[in-house]
């Protein structure tokens, strides 16, 4: 049972306000709250500007909490402060991100990308050893050797991603967050960087925390799902629930914007539009378990719509 594991991440009462009592404040992050079990992939998705690049940062220490608490392997993460503890965090949990153009300096070559986080952090002995660390990540996700000497130009979008991941690889992490990792790719490119990212967690235990508009996108690569909605997580489930029987309205209306790639099916696809204000009522909500480790945002009053839901899913 997924109870029993270890939780590398654990996400509590998250607020996190930007420009606070200015006139543009902005409430990104709303009391949200989830876990992350060791080893697992947590599927993050929501439309854009939901907060969930936000969370992605906080949880990296690169924006502080209005409220609420982040522990990663058992720590607080706004505690972390020593030299030793801090690089040893930032080894540890490492960022992959959606635009492989933006986020690799196009001005180094690939070689000395990859090893940006092991000079900066002194991890490294020796030109000999930083040769092979290099050789041995580019061969780890399917590039060859011969790429350290090149320029990210030089490379396909679906390279340049593998370099991405690479970069993150060298400093042998154990829990990577990818925000947006494929939404830039082609479609025929997506499944291949997939892949190489699960095949990379087996082998080397990594824990993932994913990122994406689109549930349709982390489907397959999620153990567990939660749907953000404006700042607010509004559902947590296991991924094949979550996308078979969604139980709250949100994602519901999300699911149904994914078009079908069948043209006949697709002809006939309405989609749900989600009405926010139904939320916008000053209830108190909290994260209620409707079947077992699937959760939704509800009021007391709305517990028994959702549990009716559950049960015509069969899932209570
Ligand atoms: N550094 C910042 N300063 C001020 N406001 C910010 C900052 N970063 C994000 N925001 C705001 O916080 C909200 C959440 O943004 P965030 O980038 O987390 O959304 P997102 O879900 O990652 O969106 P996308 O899918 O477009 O990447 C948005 O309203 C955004 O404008
Ligand atoms: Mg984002």
Do not use: C
């Not at 270890?6 to 543009?24: A, H, M, P, S, Y």
């Not at 990540?137 to 030089?154: F, Q």
């Amino acid at each position: 049972m997924v109870e029993d594991r270890k939780k590398l991440v654990e996400v509590q009462n998250l607020d996190i306000t930007f420009n606070q009592g200015r006139k543009n404040q902005t409430l990104a992050v709303q009391n949200v709250s989830f876990d992350i079990y060791e080893g697992e992939t947590f599927g993050l998705v929501g439309e854009s500007g939901s907060g969930k690049t936000t969370i992605g940062r906080a949880i990296m220490k690169l924006y502080q909490p209005t409220a609420g608490k982040i522990n990663y392997d058992g720590q607080d993460v706004t505690k972390i402060k020593k030299k030793a503890d801090l690089q040893q965090f930032h080894q540890a949990v490492q960022m992959i991100f959606q635009d492989p153009q933006a986020s690799l300096d196009m001005r180094m070559k690939v070689k000395d990308i990859i090893a940006e986080g092991l000079d900066a952090n002194h991890l490294v002995d020796s030109d000999e050893q930083r040769t092979k660390i290099v050789e041995d990540m580019l061969e780890t996700v399917g590039l060859k050797r011969e790429h350290a000497n090149r320029y990210p130009h030089e490379f396909s979008g679906g390279q340049r991603q593998r370099i991405g991941i690479a970069r993150a690889l060298a400093m042998n992490p154990k829990f990577i967050i990818a925000d947006e990792p494929i939404s830039a790719l082609d479609v025929s490119i997506q499944a291949q960087v997939v892949n190489l990212m699960q095949e990379l967690q087996k082998k080397q235990n990594l824990t993932y925390l994913f990122i994406a508009h689109d549930l349709s996108m982390v489907k397959y690569i999620s153990d567990r799902i939660g749907v953000l909605h404006w700042g607010k997580m509004v559902e947590i489930g296991p991924a094949d629930e979550v996308y078979n029987h969604p139980l709250h309205d949100y994602t519901k209306s999300l699911l149904s914007s994914i078009p079908e790639p069948d043209p006949d099916v697709e002809k006939h696809r309405q989609p749900i539009i989600y009405d926010p204000t139904r939320e916008m009522d000053g209830k108190a909500r909290d994260m209620v378990e409707i079947a077992p480790q699937h959760f939704v945002w509800a009021t007391p009053e709305e517990i028994p719509m959702y549990q009716e839901r559950a049960q015509a899913y069969g899932l209570i």
